[in-house]
């Protein structure tokens, strides 16, 4: 059974430092990694979808890498901002034979503080 | 920017009684989702729609829910009797294809509460 993990659970930082969040899961047979922003009480935002074939996504000071052999990924954030403040959550989608199922497995989250 | 919507945020309810959440996905997209997150707890879960059929449902999915998409805008959770432990964020989901690649885009989400 996929169990997904984040580490650390939280995290605070001063603001402009660069920052690594963690994520690892135990079965690599995964069609997709995504990574989301939950602020409180809200929704979740869709930051980055990496497919299993590829190593690194990015998007502006977001930098996502999956290692699937390791069964992990990082999600690299760039000269934080207050403003990054959030919970991030990492989910997978897992492979099966004929193709991936539909469900995303998510992480227990890593809720990041950037202090001012 | 094309985005989920959900109705209502906040649902109160009383135990045993029929609850009904309301998800309008994005306008292309052709999967559809339910999540849902206990408090302090992982986003979960419930079940997929494709093409007027549940494709997928996890153990949490019993005889209790249910799912329609009424009409060509519309996607809906039904809990037919509401339980204490039901009490949680409800998240809709969809994506424009269920495994082509495609990114899942959430609602805002519906807190419901069972008193």
């Known amino acids: 059974k996929q169990e997904v993990t984040q580490i650390p659970a939280a995290l605070s930082v001063p603001e402009g430092e660069n920052l690594v969040l963690n994520c690892s899961f135990t079965?690599?047979?995964?069609?997709?990694l995504q990574w989301f922003r939950q602020d409180p009480g809200k929704g979740l935002t869709s930051l980055l979808l990496i497919q299993s074939s590829q190593r690194e996504q990015t998007s502006g000071r977001l930098n996502a890498s999956l290692d699937k052999s390791s069964g992990r990924s990082t999600l690299y954030i760039a000269a934080s901002q207050p403003g990054d403040s959030a919970t991030y959550l990492c989910a997978v989608r897992q492979g099966r034979y004929g193709g991936a199922t539909n469900k995303l497995i998510f992480g227990t989250g890593t809720l990041l503080a950037v202090q001012p | 920017e094309p985005e989920v919507t959900q109705t209502p945020s906040h649902q109160v309810t009383q135990m045993g009684q029929e609850v009904i959440l309301r998800c309008v996905p994005i306008s292309n997209h052709l999967y559809f989702y339910w999540y849902r997150q206990i408090l302090g707890q992982k986003v979960e879960f419930l079940v997929s729609f494709y093409n007027n059929e549940i494709s997928e449902k996890s153990e949490i999915f019993d005889d209790q829910f249910s799912v329609e998409r009424p009409d060509g805008s519309n996607f809906t959770l039904k809990i037919r009797s509401t339980k204490l432990e039901d009490s949680a964020m409800y998240f809709c989901?969809?994506?424009?294809?269920?495994?082509?690649?495609?990114?899942?885009?959430f609602g805002p989400g519906t807190r419901l509460t069972v008193t």
């Open positions: 989901a969809s994506s424009e294809e269920g495994w082509n690649h495609y990114e899942q885009y």
């Open positions: 079965d690599s047979a995964i069609y997709n």
